[in-house]
């Protein structure tokens, strides 16, 4: 409680810095800054998983023909690039203190329409490109603005967003897969490799690296993480709040949007599809992230571990001769292993018991 | 340790509550170093120290919040080795807690608060019997002398009544006083002085009932005037268990800093301090003829209905006034949080020019700082480390093209830790791990770093211990003498009389008095405060409120 000698002079959320209706549960803090071994060992129990779980894939003699080799290891890169993509995009707004589900949406949407404009209307490759990406600015702008300005609830307004874009995307399509009249210089793009590695991946890489640079070597990346612990207090330290909220979803919507053309060059054709698929391993990639690098803080070096790790045991699973349920399966696990850690963590230290 | 026990003093057998040799580490720091405390019954106890000393982590202990590492927990008779004790075990054998955010839910109303406390009353079908609910409610409420409707929300009372509908509801399954031990952490941290009043005149007439009680409080003049016992923490131990005698404030800061020390804090500190007489400030007023720094000029807006004010270079103001006067929305609305209805605020920056709107952003750039009242809820970031605390205003000071400076981050927020004498192994460490006390001097070093022509207070000293508050009137005056305007709020009088200037006394959104000079004592600004509100002054200043 508060004891203020003052009647409010805003009703909360009405035109105020800080809506209140932030859903997403900030992962609850870890107090592994102290250092130590424990801290240590919770920073990297990650990448020591993933480590673990590459070598018994390896071994494992179900997959141990096909797993360790360049050309499975090039598919499963190239493949996971677009979930990566989608993972960076999800913890912008994640950072913050809220969800946007219409991600995966606005890859679907952008993928759809760069293909559609190309097929459909013979437009050149450059400006279905440009179109499909800005498509996704667009979303973020509208989810933002909702979001902020007229304090909508973030998980419900971005599902409704989701639901929206898909039946577009139905629409649009008429329920069929474009093929036909797409400019081969994607697809070429998509399934080439430079020094082994998938060219897609580069264009993860480089994504990864700005926003890492971005959240932790810029002001505004580090007041983004303000505002996600406390947004009132972040406001009273002179940061604009609804402004900054804003861009996340506008760069999340970005990024998503690239995603959507990478899909599209890496299959080679656009499927009505609602996203959702890509949108939740994304999601367990970015939770899973939370636990490590700078456990109980949504990061982009961990997220990426997250998206390795995810990608290579559901691969190894798949070697391994596990049928298709197994990997919806495991995203979903890994997910609420995620949460559940992050949280249990946090309370087992005594910090913020929420 | 300086046990002096009065041997007139109830037998070691009476004892409700006991707590010996209790340990508890967090990593690197040792917060409770065998610590021990006994509670006699029908007792108001205290429990004091510096900050950081582990009160709240011996309370969050006996809350079953966090399990301590070595000891012996003792309650009304049944014992446990601590590393076996937990919230269930203290619960049953009649520890009753309220934490500082009280955990009311403001807008349901108080009948609502106690029902889900204790369950609803229902009759046939699960049906809830809101008239039987009411009923009891309001005979509890009546049996606490707490007036207010069961059917008011919560929001709706005024500071002390919801201290007060909080304790009732802890205690409300007992049948007798003294069944079981009521636990108050810092109750009048953030109460203005007449409520904190109110809410110990009625803790106080608890006690003489039978009822145990144990409290934590830096409110020195307070604890003197309301508890029996006291036991002080030093460094996680146990350095004085004072039964059954009338210790002076200066003895118990002795025990609090160690003796060899207490001669220079207490010399340190503007003499008297410690004992509640006025002392002029120790550094001398500037000429006050500096330039004026902020001019508000018939300011309206939420409860403000027409504030004229002047702060000058230099100059130390204090804002004084009752509960919804208006004290904490003027800060706010000279931080630029919310636009005035009409009026003007007028800030000068350091380079002279004068601004007279602008938003929180644009008022900083104007070198104005705000220190909030509410800290957990305005100013904490309470999962980021202390150095993420320290830099949020300043973060663009240490941006390269090539990234942030963290080594120089690092280094200044260790300066400002050792300099604001903040308890922390680290600063790496999240705040959240720091005591109260020490959180509140990280959010004054947040700001004081950046130099500000235009200092805003509200409530600065909440939670922060004697030595300490002494070190930040200090550092408020020197910034000051270096050219500062403070503006400070603050409903505890001697803080006002000790470090302003002068002080305005704020009643129903307007300035009604203004006391300077001999004026500023806490007496008589209690008397301004008091008889601008057309009451007389109903209780004593706390210092020499009888028994
Ligand atoms: N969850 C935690 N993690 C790490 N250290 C902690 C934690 N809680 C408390 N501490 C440390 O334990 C020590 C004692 O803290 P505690 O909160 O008990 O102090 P306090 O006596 O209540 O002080 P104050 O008067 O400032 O409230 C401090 O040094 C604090 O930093
Ligand atoms: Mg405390």
Redesign the pocket.
């Known amino acids: 409680m508060s004891v203020t000698d003052t009647p409010p002079l805003h009703s909360p959320g009405a035109g105020d810095a800080a809506p209140d209706d932030r859903t997403a549960p900030p992962p609850t803090p870890t107090?592994a800054a102290h250092g130590g071994a424990g801290g240590l060992f919770e920073r990297h129990a990650l990448l020591l998983l993933l480590v673990a779980v590459a070598v018994f894939f390896s071994v494992l003699p179900a997959s141990a023909d096909v797993f360790p080799t360049q050309e499975n290891l090039s598919v499963l890169l190239g493949d996971r690039a677009t979930v990566a993509l989608l993972a960076l995009s999800v913890i912008l707004p994640l950072v913050c203190g809220y969800f946007d589900f219409s991600l995966g949406a606005i890859a679907a949407a952008s993928s759809v329409l760069t293909a559609g404009l190309m097929s459909f209307h013979d437009l050149p490759l450059g400006l279905a490109m440009t179109a499909g990406i800005g498509v996704g600015v667009l979303v973020g702008a509208v989810n933002g603005l909702l979001v902020t300005r007229f304090g909508l609830n973030s998980f419900v307004t971005t599902l409704g967003m989701a639901t929206l874009l898909g039946g577009l995307v139905q629409w649009y399509t008429g329920g069929q897969t474009i093929l036909v009249g797409l400019d081969p210089r994607l697809a070429e793009f998509g399934s080439t490799t430079l020094l082994g590695i998938p060219q897609v991946v580069y264009v993860v890489a480089v994504v990864a690296a700005l926003l890492w640079y971005l959240l932790t070597q810029t002001p505004f990346g580090r007041s983004l993480y303000a505002v996600g612990s406390n947004p009132r207090s972040a406001a009273l330290v002179g940061i604009r709040v609804q402004r900054s909220v804003w861009t996340t979803f506008v760069l999340a919507g970005g990024i998503a949007g690239l995603c959507g053309v990478l899909s599209l060059a890496r299959a080679g054709s656009a499927t009505a599809d609602p996203g959702t698929g890509l949108l939740f391993p994304a999601l367990a990639a970015a939770f899973l992230g939370a636990t490590a690098v700078r456990p109980g803080f949504f990061n982009v070096v961990g997220t990426m571990i997250g998206v390795l790790f995810v990608s290579v045991s559901v691969s190894g699973l798949t070697l391994a001769g596990a049928d298709t349920w197994a990997s919806p399966v495991f995203n979903g696990a890994a997910l609420l292993v995620a949460v559940g850690l992050s949280a249990y963590l946090g309370r087992s230290?005594?910090?913020r018991t929420v | 340790m300086t046990l002096t026990t009065d041997p007139a003093a109830t037998p070691a057998t009476d004892v409700v509550l006991r707590v010996a040799g209790l340990t508890k580490r967090?990593?690197a720091?040792l917060?409770l170093d065998r610590a021990d405390l006994e509670l006699r019954p029908g007792t108001v106890h205290a429990l004091v120290?510096g900050?950081?000393?582990?009160?709240?982590?011996t309370i969050k202990v006996l809350a079953g919040v966090h399990r301590a590492d070595a000891g012996r927990i003792e309650v009304a008779g049944h014992a446990w080795d601590a590393g076996h004790y937990d919230a269930k075990a203290g619960r049953a054998a009649g520890l009753r807690f309220v934490h500082q955010d009280l955990g009311l839910f403001p807008e349901l109303s108080v009948a609502e608060n106690f029902a889900l406390d204790a369950g609803y009353p229902t009759g046939p079908a699960r049906r809830v019997r809101w008239g039987a609910l009411q009923r009891r409610v309001a005979q509890l409420l009546a049996a606490y002398e707490i007036e207010a409707d069961p059917r008011t929300p919560v929001a709706a009372l005024r500071p002390a009544q919801r201290t007060l509908v909080a304790i009732c509801r802890a205690l409300q399954d007992q049948e007798a006083d003294g069944q079981l031990v009521l636990v108050l952490d810092e109750p009048t941290a953030t109460l203005p002085q007449h409520e904190s009043q109110v809410l110990l005149d009625a803790v106080r007439r608890r006690a003489d009932n039978g009822q145990t009680v144990l409290m934590v409080s830096?409110r020195m003049p307070e604890v003197l005037a309301v508890c029996d016992d006291f036991t002080v923490f030093r460094d996680g131990r146990t350095v004085a268990a004072l039964v059954g005698q009338r210790p002076t404030e200066r003895e118990l800061v002795g025990h609090m800093t160690g003796t060899a020390l207490a001669a220079t804090v207490v010399g340190g500190m503007a003499p008297g301090a410690l004992d509640g007489a006025p002392v002029p400030p120790d550094v001398q007023p500037p000429a006050a003829d500096g330039d004026v720094v902020l001019a508000v000029r018939d300011l309206e807006g939420g409860p403000l209905r027409g504030v004229d004010l002047e702060v000058r270079r230099g100059e130390v103001v204090g804002v004084a006034g009752l509960v919804g006067s208006g004290r904490s929305s003027l800060l706010r609305t000279v931080f630029g949080e919310h636009a005035p209805a009409s009026g003007t605020v007028a800030v000068r920056d350091a380079a002279g020019a004068l601004s007279t709107t602008g938003d929180v952003r644009t008022r900083m750039d104007a070198g104005v700082a705000f220190v909030p009242e509410d800290r957990a809820g305005e100013a904490a970031f309470a999962e980021l480390t202390i150095r993420d605390n320290l830099t949020a205003p300043v973060l663009r000071r240490y941006w390269r093209p090539w990234g942030m400076d963290r080594r120089r981050e690092r280094a200044d927020a260790a300066d400002l830790v050792a300099r604001y004498g903040v308890?922390?192994p680290s600063t790496d460490a999240p705040l959240?791990?720091?005591?109260?006390?020490?959180q509140q001097k990280v959010v004054l070093a947040r700001w004081l770093q950046r130099r500000p022509t235009l200092l805003l207070l509200d409530e600065p000293t909440q939670?922060v211990?004697v030595m300490s508050r002494a070190d930040i009137y200090r550092t408020v005056r020197e910034a000051a003498a270096g050219g500062c305007a403070v503006l400070v709020a603050s409903s505890d009088l001697l803080e006002l009389s000790t470090l302003c200037d002068r002080v305005v006394v704020l009643q129903d959104g307007r300035v009604t008095a203004e006391a300077t000079g001999a004026q500023l004592t806490p007496d008589s600004l209690t008397a301004l405060t008091q008889s601008s509100a057309g009451a007389p002054a109903e209780h004593p200043a706390p210092s020499g409120a009888p028994r």
């Open positions: 107090s230290r005594g910090i | 967090f990593g720091t917060a120290g900050n950081g000393c582990g009160k709240s982590t830096h308890r922390t959240a791990s720091l005591s109260g006390g020490n939670g211990d």
